[in-house]
C-alpha cells in the first residue's frame, strides 16, 4: 500500500495532518475488536477527507495500490461486524469535552435517489421539495456550539419494508428501527436519536430541533416523559391552547400559533442576536412569549432551572395540561411572525432562548459546507448496517475537517479515548414504545436524571 496523502484544506485553519489523523482514528476506533478493522477504518476516514469526488467504495479505494481493496472496503463496511455505536459514543464523548456545546440540534436529511435500490429508498413527499421523489430520510443528532457543529447519532428510515441483517446487533438494530413514512414515526426516530444518546453518559443539554415537517405531538410527549428540555420550531397553524389574552378570567382558548402570537404583538421586545454561522454581524429581532397549554399532559420529570433561565423567574403551573412557551419571531416594521417556536424551558428569557434557535444555522452551515464534502450523502448500498457504518465514519471524519487537530489534540490521544469508552453507560438502550397505526407512546431513558443546568451564557 502506497503512503496515505496528507489532508489539505485550503483557506482553512486548523487542517489536520497525516499524523494527527492516523492519532485521531487509534483514538475513535479502539473499539473495534481487530487489528485489521482499525487498519481499514483509519483507511476508510483518510479517504473521506482525500479522494476527489464521490466517495465511492471504488474512488476510495483508488487512494491504495491493494488488487482487491474495493471488496475488502465494502466488507469492511456492509458485511463486518464492529458495533458502530461504540464508535459514535467514544466521539460524542471527547466533542462533549472539547467542544463545549450548549445544545443537541436535530437535523434531517432527505437525499433524493434515481433508484429505489439503495437502503432505506421510498417514495416520499419531501416538503422542501413540494413533490414526491424516491428518496432516502434519516435524522442526524449534532453536538452544537457557536464555534462549531459536528453529527454523533443518526437514525435511518427504513420505509414499509425492512432490509436484511445478519444475526447479532446488526438484526436487533433493523429490528429497533421504526418503520413507515408518516410525520408520527419520523419524529419517534428523532427522539431515538436523542435520547440512545443520552446513555452515553453525556451531560444532558436542551434539544433544538426545526419540527415544522414533524408530528408534534409524539416529540412533545416523548421528550416531557424523558425530561428533557426541547426548542422545537413549529409550524404558525399548529394548534394550541392558550389563557384569553382579553379577559381576567381562568379560561383558555384553541387557536394557531401564528394567531396567538399575533394578539401578543404589543409584547414584542427587540433581542440582538448574532449569527453562529457568518459570525461578526449583530442582528436585531422582534421578541414575543406567550404561555401556552399542551392538553391532557402533565410533565412527571420536569426539567431543572438552567443558565437560560431569568434570575428570580417564577415556576409555572398549568390546570390541564403542560405549561410551555410559545415564543414568536418578527422582523423589524413586519407584522405577520417570522419564525414561531415551543419550548417547556418555560423560566428561560426570550434572548436567550433565541439565541439558542440560531443554533439550527450553525448545523445548515457546517453540513453545507463539510458533511457534503466528506461523503454523508454518498452511500449507495443497500446494507443498512453498511449505512451506519458509513455515516459513523463521515461523523469522524467531519469532526477531523472542520476542528482540525490543533483544538482537538489534547482529547484525541489513545488513552484518553480508551477511557471515554470505558467510561461509557451500560444501561443499554432506550426504550420507545409505540401507539397504534405507529403512533409514539411515551419514551423513558433508563436511569436518565432529571437535566442539568446549560453551561454558557447568562439570561439576557
Known sequence: MRPMPEVRRKGEPGEPDLASVSEACAALLAS????????????????????????????????????????????????????????????????????????????SMVVPKTGRHSVGVERRFVPALGETVNSQHSYGLWLVSEAAAVPVNWQLSIGKGRPQANRGPERAAVEDAPTGDSAAVQAVQAVQAVLKASAWGIEPRPVVMDARDSALSPLVEAFSAAGLPFLLRISGGSTLLAPELSRGENRVAAASAEHLLGRARSQRRPVEWIDPASPGARHTSLMAPLQVIWPGLH????????????????????????????????????????????????DAGYGPLLRLSKLTRRVNADFARVSTEVGIQDFEGRSYQGWHRHITLVCVAHALRLLGTGELRAGWTEPA????????????????????????????????????????????
Open 32 to 107: 473495534l475488536p481487530r487489528v485489521d478493522q482499525r487498519r481499514k477504518g483509519e483507511l476508510y476516514v483518510h479517504g473521506l477527507l482525500t479522494a476527489p469526488g464521490r466517495k465511492t467504495m471504488r474512488n476510495l479505494a483508488a487512494l491504495t495500490d491493494e488488487r482487491a481493496a474495493e471488496q475488502s472496503l465494502h466488507h469492511f463496511i456492509s458485511c463486518s461486524t464492529w458495533d458502530w455505536t461504540a464508535v459514535r459514543a467514544t466521539l460524542a464523548r471527547l466533542l462533549d469535552r472539547v467542544l463545549s456545546p450548549r445544545a443537541w440540534v436535530v437535523r
Open 299 to 346: 410533565d412527571p420529570l420536569p426539567p431543572r432551572p438552567y443558565a437560560l433561565a431569568a434570575p428570580g423567574a417564577p415556576s409555572r403551573t398549568a390546570p390541564g395540561g403542560l405549561p410551555l412557551t410559545l415564543l414568536g419571531k418578527w422582523k423589524a416594521h413586519e407584522r405577520d411572525v417570522q419564525e414561531v417556536w415551543l419550548t417547556n424551558m418555560t
Open 417 to 460: 479515548a480508551t477511557a471515554a469508552y470505558r467510561a461509557g453507560d451500560r444501561r443499554g438502550p432506550v426504550a420507545v414504545t409505540h401507539g397504534p397505526a405507529g403512533g409514539a407512546g411515551r419514551a423513558v431513558p433508563p436511569g436518565l436524571g432529571p437535566v442539568a443546568a446549560i453551561p454558557g451564557r447568562a439570561a439576557g
